[in-house]
C-alpha cells in the first residue's frame, strides 16, 4: 500500500525531503500531500471514505473527503478537498465513498468515525 502513496508522491510538486505541518487544532483541511505524508510515515488509511459536498453560488462545489487513519493505538479523521491526487488514492485503493450530511460530522471527529464504521460494517455484511 505505500507504493500507491510513493507513486503519488512523485506527481506531487514538493520534494519528499519539506514536510508541511499541519494541524485539526488549526486547519480544518488538509492539503493532499500531508495525507500522502502520513500514509509513507507507516498511518493505514480505512477502505470507507466520507465524501461532503460543500456549494458556493453559481453552480461551484468542492468535495471534501473525510479520511479515517489508524497508527498504533491512535485514530484520527483527514479533512482533504478533493482533488486530482486524492482522487487517484480513492480510485487505486477501491476505496467505497460514503456521501455525508451535515449531521454526520462533529468537531472532535467521534460521530463522523461511527458513521464510516457503520458503513464499512454493512458493507462487509
Same mark, same amino acid.
Given at each position: 500500500? !505505500?507504493?500507491? /502513496? /510513493?507513486?503519488? #508522491? ?6 519528499? *525531503? !519539506?514536510? &508541511? $505541518?499541519?494541524?485539526?487544532?488549526? !486547519? ?5 500531500? =500531508? ?8 498511518? *493505514?488509511?480505512?477502505?470507507?471514505v466520507?465524501?461532503?459536498? $460543500?456549494? +458556493? ?9 473525510? #479520511?479515517?487513519?489508524?497508527?498504533? $493505538? ?9 482533488n486530482? /491526487? =486524492?482522487?487517484?488514492? =480513492?480510485?487505486?485503493?477501491?476505496? &467505497?465513498? =460514503?456521501?455525508?450530511? /451535515?449531521d ?12 464510516? +464504521?457503520r ?7
Open positions: 500500500m !505505500q507504493d500507491i /502513496a /510513493a507513486s503519488l #508522491f512523485e506527481i506531487e510538486l514538493r520534494s519528499a *525531503n !519539506q514536510r &508541511r $505541518h499541519w494541524s485539526p487544532a488549526s !486547519q480544518s483541511y488538509a492539503p493532499a500531500d =500531508v495525507l500522502l505524508e502520513y500514509l509513507a510515515d507507516g498511518w *493505514n488509511l480505512s477502505s470507507v466520507g465524501r461532503m459536498e $460543500h456549494w +458556493y453560488g453559481a453552480g461551484r462545489h468542492v468535495g471534501v473527503y473525510y #479520511f479515517e487513519l489508524a497508527r498504533d $493505538h491512535r485514530m484520527m479523521v483527514m479533512a482533504v478537498h478533493g486530482p /491526487a =486524492v482522487h487517484r488514492l =480513492v480510485w487505486e485503493r477501491r476505496s &467505497r465513498i =460514503v456521501p455525508l450530511g /451535515a454526520d460530522r462533529l468537531m472532535d471527529g467521534r460521530l463522523l468515525r461511527y458513521t464510516l +464504521y458503513a464499512l460494517m454493512l458493507s462487509a455484511g
